[in-house]
């Protein structure tokens, strides 16, 4: 028998969710939903200073009004939200150390780079320069004596790694050549995104992750992170993304927020735009999202990225 399908919502709660971000909201719950699979509520608000509650709040909210539901998660269970879950982030990176794959990195650089959330296209990641990985002990013990605090930095793996996704294809990457050592833990003890969520979809049986295709990079370290922990990694798919004019749709931007389309907009009407956008359905119209799931079909699904105008 094969194993059970388990697919999840991992919202941040760091601004009002967009119309980009019900898109991959749409898609992760179809995906499940027409595979008979149970869906997982996470939230990821592991970032203390960038996670608001009334955000966390209306995206539950905003999922429900356009249609989708979940069958475990948060808000009705708590420990689905990634701030309580730190010691599971703790006994991993436990793991990891014990097997000399991280490194305290004491540049202050690093600290800069907001690690706790997923990284945005166009944001660098690579932390050129970083000779952290060749102190000696004496010059670590002596940067700590001096009170300097250390992010911990995971070596990557200089090996090739293909995630062959459900929408884009093979995606090889060799993380050591293409995004260089990573932080899996911030200066200030808060974990970071790569770790928490490898961590999480493996605690949570995740086996399918649909997302932004910004997150596609992502996925050879997830996979690599995970089976070095232990587990199986999920299937990947990632879909294409909303732009409006230049730029991606973002959060930090306020473009199209759930905020304003909740007021002027009926999810059914929202939703059936969505799918439209995306090639899903001919013409635009209301739609239930229930009532999309016995057609659902990645092939229908542009590969391109959507230039929507900002109405
Ligand atoms: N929480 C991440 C974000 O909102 C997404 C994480 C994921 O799907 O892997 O950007």
Redesign the pocket.
Known sequence: MSAPVVGRF???PSGYMHLGNLLAMLLAWLDCRSLGGEMVFRM?DLDPARSKPVYAEAMAADLRWLGLDWDRGWPEDPSYAQSKRTALYEEAFRTLKARGLVYPCFCRRSERLAAAS?PHPGEREQDGGCRCKELTQTERAALEAAGRRSAWKLKSPDVEITVSDGHYGAFPQNPARDVGDFIVRRADGVYAYQLA?SVDDMAMGVTR?V?GRD?LSSAPRQKWLIETLGGAAPDYCHCPLLTGGAAKLSKRLGSLSTETLRREYRGEEVAGRLAHLCGLIDREEPVAPRELIEEFCWDKITRTDIMIEQR
């Open positions: 991992a919202p941040s990821e997923a969520v992750v997302r997150l």
